[in-house]
């Protein structure tokens, strides 16, 4: 199956800083999604992105789904500790749904 | 209240043995799938039913067997157990209805197998 390309692969920041991340595929995908998964827990759903060129928040998170269609990107404004996780984009292609690689952010108080 | 619930959540079990993992939505979604996510938090799809019928089935061994008896449960059974095995398996659910394609996953069940 097709993964996407994720990076970072890994974040170290300061409280308050601001993060970003980002997403690149191959394939075009209709639909792009943003993901974060705690310890011992299932991945949340954290933005949906449905049209090429869309720029959507959800509180200090903003998330955009590219021109091209083949790729996405993430803000975390200005970032606190529980932003601490896993970050996953993920593209929808028909009932398919391909993972990125993941992006470990750690925020330091 | 737990919309999509996995058991069970830790599963430690001996190479060769059979066992199963069970997954309930009570979201009424039409769709249901199983992830395998492997030691560096790769996330897979393995398989995906629709209205209790296979739409998706991944290159995944034949030990691997999904059932859905009812649109609300997808059950994992696993044959034959090898130390590949060992993961997180996720269940997740996705209503089909409306532009919205939101999918749930569920806690996961951690197996390990020695």
């Known amino acids: 199956g097709q993964q996407l390309n994720q990076s970072p692969q890994s974040m170290f920041i300061q409280e308050g800083e601001d993060v970003s991340m980002n997403c690149t595929s191959s394939?075009?995908?209709?639909?792009w999604l943003w993901y974060k998964q705690d310890p011992g827990e299932g991945p949340v759903l954290l933005i949906a992105?449905?049209?090429?060129?869309e720029l959507t928040s959800n509180g200090r998170l903003t998330a955009q789904f590219g021109i091209t269609r083949k790729d996405s990107f993430l803000n975390i404004s200005a970032s606190i500790p529980s932003d601490v996780g896993i970050y996953f984009c993920?593209?929808?292609?028909?009932?398919?749904?391909?993972f990125g690689t993941g992006t470990s952010l750690t925020v330091i108080p | 209240d737990t919309a999509v619930s996995q058991t069970p959540k830790y599963l430690v079990t001996q190479m060769g043995n059979d066992k199963s993992i069970k997954c309930e939505q009570n979201?009424?979604?039409?769709?249901m799938y199983w992830y395998k996510q492997d030691s560096k938090k790769f996330l897979k799809i393995m398989f995906s039913?629709?209205?209790?019928?296979?739409?998706i089935n991944e290159t995944v061994p034949n030990r691997f067997s999904p059932k859905s008896p009812d649109k609300a449960h997808l059950n994992l059974h696993i044959n034959s157990l090898e130390l590949g095995d060992s993961a997180v398996y996720f269940c997740?659910?996705?209503?089909?209805?409306?532009?919205?394609?939101?999918?749930?996953f569920g806690p996961g069940t951690r197996l390990t197998v020695l």
């Open positions: 997740a659910s996705r209503g089909t209805s409306g532009r919205y394609n939101e999918q749930f």
């Open positions: 039913y629709n209205n209790k019928e296979l739409i």
């Open positions: 993920a593209g929808q292609s028909g009932n398919q749904f391909y």
């Open positions: 992105l449905y049209k090429a060129g």
């Open positions: 979201l009424g979604h039409d769709t």
């Open positions: 394939s075009i995908f209709n639909t």
